[in-house]
């Protein structure tokens, strides 16, 4: 395939290939049932995250003809509670002048009434050469979309290469900034400020200071914000070597936190880097402001440069469920957004039990769309955990091992394997005699919070639809286990 025929635009597909795409779309069997994925081809990024006109917007990054990254359109949802989601349709379509191979990344602000979308236009020249455009978009109250004609900043700054993209706007006292990923020439990773007035004339201020001189090779997706007194920026940096159980994903996502940033001076001082997820499939988070003043946060559920099993069947990738952040000692706490439990159907069911060196599976604890919390009170125990989305040989594990201080996700024998080279579990640092685990399992991933939010676990998983088994043990000793399970199906649709 040549690289100019993944950068075409849906009316130049052949005749019957999205027929073609979307039939084997319908006949796949890991099509997800509360999380939002493309209708056919690839999904990656969450774009233009906002609250606007008292409803949540959600636009994201679509190749609507392949699983490949290719000529990339923003899609566009909204919802009235940030759960059940109404399509829109395509939000910004590519191929104009300063977005001729796709409308990249970018983020939304309110202005005068209108919801203004700032987003990279990647462009190539007839010798490949690559030449990033940040564009500006409005959109009206009845979601109406126009693009401005010329683009917001038309150059790259000196110093930095083509890797320069993905603005995120916010507005403090009378000025608009937006922080853009970028690339030094000297191939190191960073961020930069730029300011203005009314979101036409930009000014470039600099880059952000930070103590991460040398930190990957490119910083993605960057999003600046306050919360809870404090500055947070997050971004995605590339080319970051594993170091213990950090860094073991592709390439990584996560934040600084301080200070809030001092614009004139551009600094932000700040603790070590910490990454946001501890699973196996999550990039290129961003975040909003809604009504109610709170710091929503949903993230790509996949890694670029990553082959998926669904790409065989005409899709890839979804988006994770809605998080409400929060600052706690100098940390990000992530929990799943309240309302999600009107996704909860019928009664919920509760076990109770002490487990001693055994493995138990309950009445209705099972399923494949389900949300399940539960809490182990370790008392003698060296392990504890749960072992779900099985069948024989095939199941899903996350494991407290009290003993050695981790807790491990292990996808080894979830079904269909995926990313091996990466490794098949995923683990982080863990005390106490008490652990909660909340999941959200949907037919192809999971999302597991930890301890109300300390550390969340964000992985896709391929199992059979049969491996609906759900089992809790504990090794070595004993534990007081206490469960309860909702069954999960959304109210709407997130297809058209
Ligand atoms: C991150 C990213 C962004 C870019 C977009 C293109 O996944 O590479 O930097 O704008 O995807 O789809």
Redesign the pocket.
């Known amino acids: 395939m040549t690289q100019q025929h993944k950068y075409r635009l849906l009316e130049q597909a052949e005749p019957g290939e999205l027929a073609r795409l979307q039939e084997l779309v319908r006949n796949c069997n890991w099509r997800q049932v509360f999380h939002i994925q493309p209708s056919t081809g690839l999904l990656?990024?969450p774009n233009g995250l906002s609250y606007f006109n008292g409803e949540y917007h959600v636009f994201y990054?679509w190749?609507p003809l392949g699983t490949e990254?290719g000529m990339?359109y923003w899609y566009h949802l909204k919802s009235q509670d940030g759960v059940n989601w109404q399509d829109v349709g395509i939000g910004i379509k590519p191929g104009d002048p300063f977005d001729s191979h796709?409308a990249?990344?970018?983020s939304a602000i309110e202005h005068e009434g209108k919801l203004h979308l700032m987003y990279?236009g990647?462009t190539r020249d007839a010798g490949w050469v690559r030449h990033p455009y940040q564009c500006m978009a409005v959109m009206d109250a009845d979601n109406h979309i126009t693009k401005w004609e010329q683009p917001v900043i038309p150059e790259v700054p000196e110093g930095y290469t083509d890797h320069f993209?993905?603005p995120k706007l916010w507005k403090q006292d009378e000025y608009f900034y937006c922080v853009i990923?970028a690339q030094r020439t000297n191939l190191t990773g960073c961020t930069v400020l730029y300011r203005s007035i009314d979101l036409k004339r930009w000014e470039f201020i600099g880059e952000l200071k930070t103590d991460l001189k040398e930190f990957g090779y490119m910083w993605?997706?960057p999003d600046y914000f306050q919360l809870d007194g404090a500055g947070v920026l997050l971004f995605?940096p590339q080319g970051i070597a594993h170091q213990g159980d950090h860094y073991h994903n592709i390439y990584q996502s996560g934040y600084i936190i301080g200070k809030p940033l001092d614009v004139d001076a551009l600094q932000l001082t700040h603790s070590q880097f910490q990454e946001l997820d501890r699973g196996f499939d999550f990039?290129?988070p961003q975040t909003l402001l809604d009504g109610q003043g709170r710091r929503i946060l949903i993230g790509?559920m996949g890694l670029?440069d990553i082959s998926y099993p669904t790409d065989t069947h005409g899709w890839a990738h979804c988006l994770t469920l809605p998080r409400v952040l929060s600052v706690q000692d100098g940390k990000l706490i992530q929990q799943p957004l309240p309302e999600l439990a009107s996704l909860r159907q019928g009664e919920a069911q509760h076990v109770n039990d002490t487990l001693t060196s055994h493995t138990r599976s309950y009445d209705h604890f099972s399923g494949t769309t389900y949300e399940l919390k539960c809490t182990f009170d370790v008392l003698d125990a060296e392990q504890v955990g749960i072992i779900f989305r099985a069948k024989d040989n095939e199941y899903s594990v996350i494991r407290y091992d009290v003993e050695h201080h981790k807790l491990v996700l292990d996808r080894s024998s979830s079904g269909v394997p995926l990313a091996i080279e990466y490794e098949e579990t995923r683990q982080c640092n863990m005390t106490g005699k008490q652990i909660t685990l909340h999941l959200f399992v949907d037919v192809s991933s999971v999302e597991i919070f930890v301890n109300e939010g300390e550390e969340v676990f964000t992985s896709r998983v391929f199992p059979s639809s049969q491996s609906e088994g759900i089992q809790f043990f504990s090794q070595e000793g004993s534990a007081r286990l206490e469960a309860t399970i909702w069954q999960l199906h959304p109210q709407g649709n997130t297809e058209k």
Do not use: F, I, L
């Open positions: 990656n990024d990054q190749y990254h990339k796709g990249y990344s970018g990279t990647n993209r993905d990923g993605e997706c995605c990039y290129a790509w670029p």
